[in-house]
């Protein structure tokens, strides 16, 4: 199958080039998002997009329905300098995105599911595709900013027998592992470990925004319900209807950012249109963070 095989399939290749021209630009484009080596910073440069730039169509990108399909690319251009994201293995593993930005001026590093593939669950491949890029990131100094909005690890005996939790554990430990700046913003759906792998504050991410949109919860409503109102649901005459009205007062009650927010899991819940400053004020304030940690060669990662 070519090049293209190695991007999408195997995931071998993180660029696929039209040609050799093509080529050359993205590495020269990668290569200006990066440090000459792990002991310097990443390039800083002027740019003409406002950093207190605030975008009011942000959270019109989110359906009603929260089931719905969007496309994250919309939400990750609109925060970024000049909406410009230089996406890495664009075609393996798509239910999440990753790739570099600057916002402010400095390079980060983007990690986002994306709903369009897999309802943005996490399985293999994405696991491993974004844990490779979190310490890529982390060893090049590398702000790290994560976009969730996922509904879980995706189920089935297919992944089971493969080993999910072998390879998502990778995801988790690479975000514990990384000593940058970590920011994280919950904009849809946080479900289970899902939620507990996308740079949470328990694998020491160092600050946690969720838009008021956010769903926070062990389980998503539905599957919620269908237990802990088991009897009731199948001695109900309308079913149906008194799953979806148990299921709303779920959602209103405990899958919201509020009550996260209540327990310190999430920093602040933030005005989605207000999510790009907010973002740039952390990255200025973590700018010299310095995290020591016992001396080791390296830690010993789930492979």
């Known amino acids: 199958g070519g090049a293209r095989a190695h991007g999408s399939k195997s995931g071998v290749a993180h660029f696929v080039a039209k040609n050799e021209y093509d080529c050359f630009d ?20 002027e740019t ?18 929260p089931y719905q399909q969007y496309d994250m690319n919309e939400i990750i251009k609109s925060i970024v300098d000049n909406g410009d994201f230089f996406e890495v293995h664009e075609l393996f593993a798509e239910n999440v995105l990753v790739g570099f930005a600057r916002m402010g001026g400095r390079t980060v590093g983007i990690v986002a ?8 669950a996490l399985d293999i491949n994405s696991s491993n595709k974004a844990a490779r890029f979190i310490r890529f ?6 702000p790290i900013v994560t976009l969730v909005d996922t509904p879980g690890y995706l189920p089935g005996t297919d992944q089971e ?14 975000y514990c592992e990384a000593t940058v700046p970590k920011i994280t913003c919950i904009v849809g759906k946080a479900y289970g470990g899902a939620y507990i792998a996308m740079g949470s504050k328990n694998l020491r991410a ?6 008021p949109s956010a769903e926070i919860a062990v389980l998503g409503p539905e599957a919620a319900v269908t237990i802990i109102n088991r009897r009731e649901l199948k001695s109900a005459p309308d079913a149906p209807a008194l799953k979806k009205k148990l299921a709303k007062e779920y959602r209103d009650k405990f899958a919201n950012p ?20 907010m973002i740039i004020r952390a990255l200025e304030a973590l700018a010299t963070k310095k995290e020591a940690r016992p001396y080791k060669k390296h830690g010993n990662i789930n492979l």
């Open 26 to 45: 993205k590495i020269k484009k990668l290569l200006s998002f990066l440090p000459q080596n792990n002991a310097e910073e990443p390039p800083a440069v």
């Open 48 to 65: 003409s997009d406002d950093s207190n730039r605030v975008d009011p169509k942000l959270i019109n990108i989110l359906p009603e329905n």
């Open 113 to 120: 599911n994306q709903p369009m593939y897999l309802a943005g």
């Open 137 to 142: 990131c982390d060893s090049f100094n590398i």
């Open 161 to 174: 027998h493969n080993g999910i939790i072998r390879h998502g554990s990778k995801l988790l430990f690479a």
């Open 206 to 211: 160092d600050i946690n925004y969720a838009w």
């Open 258 to 277: 509020y009550l996260a927010a209540e327990r310190g899991i999430i920093d602040l819940v933030i005005d989605p249109m207000e999510t790009r400053p």
